[in-house]
């Protein structure tokens, strides 16, 4: 069975801390990405990367940084939190067959104070 | 650009009845797939169904199924026999295949299933 995790479901920071969500996949994907899921505004891309060390802005990258030391792995980053930052965020992955579906973790709700 | 415009918030059907989601897109390109993906409350992300652009027929997946026009750039969500487990955001995808083959998504519609 597939499976995407993310290395915690609820995190409370506080404003100005830096900030690291971890996610990791077991299905040798190459790609990988980070959304932002806030009511009404559906998914936004953060940041992707399509193999190690390979990173692309998507739509909302300020504030975030991401990491991809290895395959199985991607982290996000935030540098400073701010409480604009409270949100959802998903990671998922795909491999290069264009006909599979993107996998999602099962989301970190962050809470910045 | 791509864009996934689903223009209805939020719907209500009653158990055992048929429901249709909206989805249009924007693109340019001539090959490319869409899917259908459900988020039950406090639970992840998975997918419904799929569609490959070059493919006239419309998928069925059980009691879902998609009717795709293309010219219209049109890729609705049928849910037929509705169920109490149907409740969950629903939110339309489109994929470029391109590098990273990059996901975008529509606002989602919240779909409750009435007893």
């Known amino acids: 069975d597939v499976k995407v995790t993310q290395s915690s479901r609820y995190l409370v920071k506080r404003t100005g801390e830096k900030v690291f969500l971890e996610c990791v996949q077991d299905?040798?994907?190459?790609?990988m990405f980070w959304y932002r899921q806030d009511p009404g505004l559906g998914l936004r891309l953060i940041y992707f990367?399509?193999?190690?060390?390979?990173?692309e802005k998507g739509d909302i990258p300020e504030g975030y940084s991401v990491s991809r030391e290895k395959k199985e792995r991607f982290s996000l980053i935030l540098e400073s939190a701010s409480t604009n930052q409270t949100s959802m965020y998903l990671c998922?992955?795909?491999?290069?067959?264009?006909?599979?579906?993107?996998?999602f973790g099962p989301g970190t709700r962050l809470t910045v104070l | 650009a791509q864009t996934v415009t689903q223009s209805q918030p939020e719907m209500s059907v009653q158990e055992a009845e048929t429901v249709t989601l909206s989805c249009t897109y924007d693109?340019?390109?001539?090959?490319?797939?869409l899917f259908w993906y459900k988020q039950p409350p406090s639970r992840q992300m998975i997918l419904v169904i799929r569609?490959?652009?070059?493919?006239?027929q419309n998928a069925t997946e059980n009691r879902f199924s998609v009717n795709f026009q293309k010219a219209a750039k049109s890729f609705s969500l049928k849910i037929s026999d509705s169920q109490l487990g149907d409740t969950a955001m629903y939110f339309c995808?489109?994929?470029?295949?391109?590098?990273?083959?990059?996901?975008?998504f529509g606002t989602g519609t919240s779909l409750t299933v009435i007893p």
């Open positions: 998922a992955s795909h491999g290069q067959v264009f006909y599979n579906e993107q996998f």
């Open positions: 299905m040798d994907h190459e790609n």
């Open positions: 990367s399509y193999d190690v060390k390979m990173k």
């Open positions: 693109t340019s390109e001539s090959n490319y797939y």
């Open positions: 569609q490959e652009a070059y493919k006239q």
């Open positions: 995808a489109f994929m470029r295949t391109n590098t990273g083959n990059q996901f975008y």
